[in-house]
């Protein structure tokens, strides 16, 4: 793969679909599953945007735990929501008592912060399923807004007096993109990621981020960040050619034909992955 003398051009792919507009799509079978990796503690602190000692003190908490120092999918969603409700005024040690209490009344749900919606009330974080709030003691309760149950302001609100205050993640989106386009790459990354603080799910956000953190040499994060606009997108050919590169710089041959083989089943017209698969498969 890389260093063996092929590189996948991915320039042409990219700059043609950055005005487009992404719909959310079904799972593919073919594509990788990005729940079967792991990260290393210095990938998620990069790709998470939070500080190693943050980190290590949510760990001791036991609200993640790594295995052999390494960080799996469910630990990435587990840590966005963490990131998301401290940001909005929950404590750590409360996070710590409702999980606890929530594990107690759903046996069947082993990592509440990775599988289950978590609306704060009060001091307590309430499971959100569909039309009933459940509280850590068991209670049952019908759903409310969260500004009515007691709830706290959302991420990056706290602190902020200009006119991002009521942005929305397409704001911030809008607002990456432009300052990619003034060259503020750093900048821009940071306004990716405040876009995915208020909205996870945005796919195109995700392939922008994984474009950027390519570009910086940061393969790992690039790649997690692809690996999460596939799966919610799996239509979205151009990050699985983009998701083939940062495979194939990371030495993944196996993954890298994978991603390309599932670029071109959703755009067969695309010639620049049918010639990089046929590189690919030549040097594997």
């Not at 990621?193 to 799910?201: E, F, G, N, Y």
Request: net charge negative; aromatic share 8%; hydrophobic share 40%.
């Amino acid at each position: 793969m890389a260093g063996r003398g092929t590189t996948i051009d991915v320039s042409s792919a990219q700059s043609a679909t950055r005005s487009e507009n992404f719909d959310v799509g079904l799972p593919c079978a073919a594509r990788p599953n990005p729940q079967s990796k792991t990260y290393r503690f210095d990938v998620v602190c990069e790709l998470l945007d939070i500080g190693p000692r943050t980190l290590q003190r949510w760990e001791l908490l036991g609200l993640v735990e790594a295995v052999d120092g390494r960080f799996d999918f469910q630990d990435l969603l587990a840590l966005r929501t963490i990131i998301d409700l401290v940001s909005g005024g929950v404590s750590p040690h409360a996070i710590v008592r409702s999980v606890r209490g929530l594990k107690r009344v759903l046996p069947d749900v082993e990592r509440p912060l990775a599988q289950l919606r978590l609306v704060p009330v009060n001091d307590t974080l309430h499971a959100d399923l569909d039309d009933t709030l459940i509280s850590p003691d068991g209670q049952y309760v019908m759903r409310f807004a969260a500004s009515e149950l007691g709830g706290t302001p959302s991420a990056y609100e706290e602190g902020r007096d200009d006119e991002s205050l009521s942005w929305t993640a397409l704001d911030w989106h809008d607002h990456a993109l432009a300052l990619e386009g003034d060259g503020e790459i750093d900048e821009s990354i940071t306004s990716y990621r405040r876009a995915l603080a208020m909205q996870s799910h945005f796919p195109e956000v995700h392939f922008n981020l994984g474009y950027l953190l390519r570009g910086t040499r940061r393969f790992e994060a690039a790649e997690a960040h692809l690996q999460l606009a596939v799966m919610q997108d799996p239509d979205l050919h151009v990050a699985w050619y983009l998701l083939a590169d940062v495979q194939q710089r990371l030495g993944f041959e196996t993954e890298s034909l994978q991603s390309l083989r599932t670029a071109l089943d959703h755009c067969p017209t695309l010639d620049q992955a049918r010639w990089s698969a046929a590189c690919v498969t030549a040097t594997c």
